[in-house]
């Protein structure tokens, strides 16, 4: 799987957010399981106005959604989207020492990274004009949706819906997530290809006076005990060969150097690469 299917992937959910209607034919009836399974029905605005409704439709689910469908992968392969791999085979859960590549505790972390990533890419789309604390606190219920979307189970979503929130707000309230969310030349989820065809994408670009600076959102979260300084350190030692990459990527365009950090968003962390 290469990373230009995380960069569609992200596309129908960054859609989303300004859609005023579905986009789907109207859903066709399905037969549903227990009598009190509601139906689906996104209405009004989809990105904050969706609703859950039955919709008169009795022991039947209809069900609409906005964009295209997007796929439903394995735990692995979401894996290998948001991670490089490991070699030392490290089983999915922890590490056998803090050197060694992230591995998610839970699957469900790789679709709720997803989703933090399109809500970020659509936030600094839109340089943060009309996104406030209470515009993403509000959200709770197409975030679960986009959740859903992304294959986690409904208890899942729920659990994940939270932690969604406190990513884009820790964000959204750091100087320098304003600063990257607000930046005039600031590129979002950059789709770029390097001279073997590989496709790259560049969580942001961002263009300045000095050449470029190259942003890696991480989802990732600290181990219980560990220091700050050793989280840092494995989040660097995990990355760094992937944004060295980018940067000689971004070098080759325009001839101008480039740098980059690894933005951690659970503690705002600002890791120099």
């Known amino acids: 799987m290469t990373a230009s299917t995380l960069f569609s992937r992200l596309q129908p959910l960054m859609a989303s957010f300004s859609t005023v209607l579905p986009l789907y034919q109207s859903a ?10 509601a139906a689906v029905s996104v209405a009004g605005n989809a990105g904050f106005g969706g609703t859950l409704e039955n919709n008169g439709h009795e022991g039947q689910a209809y069900y609409e959604v906005n964009g295209l469908p997007l796929l439903r992968l394995s735990a692995s392969v979401m894996q290998s989207l948001h991670q490089p791999q490991n070699k030392s085979g490290t089983a999915s859960g922890g590490f056998a020492n803090p050197g060694e590549a992230w591995h998610f505790e839970e699957h469900y972390e790789a679709q709720m990274g997803t989703v933090v990533h399109a809500w970020l890419a659509r936030m600094g789309q839109d340089q943060l004009l009309g996104w406030t604390p209470e515009r993403i606190r509000a959200s709770d219920k197409v975030i679960i949706r986009q ?83 050793v989280f840092e350190s494995r989040l660097k030692k995990t990355y760094a060969a992937q944004l060295q990459a980018y940067c000689r990527r971004l070098t ?22």
């Not at 066709?28 to 399974?37: E, L, S």
């Not at 969604?164 to 989820?189: I, P, Y």
């Not at 080759?252 to 690469?273: H, Q």
Request: hydrophobic share 45%; proline share 4%.
């Open 147 to 229: 959740l859903l979307q992304e294959g986690l189970r409904p208890e899942q979503a729920a659990e994940a819906v939270g932690r969604v929130q406190d990513l884009l707000l820790n964000c959204l309230s750091s100087e320098k997530g304003q600063w990257l969310l607000t930046h005039g030349h600031a590129r979002q989820e950059w789709e770029l290809t390097d001279t073997f065809g590989k496709v790259l994408i560049v969580d942001v670009a961002v263009s300045g006076p000095e050449g470029w600076l190259v942003v890696d959102y991480k989802t990732a979260r600290k181990h219980e005990n560990e220091p700050q300084a």
């Open 28 to 37: 066709t009836a399905v037969q549903a399981g227990p009598a009190n399974v």
């Open 252 to 273: 080759a365009l325009d001839g101008r150097p480039a740098r980059a950090v690894v933005y951690a968003l659970d503690s705002n962390a600002w890791i120099e690469i």
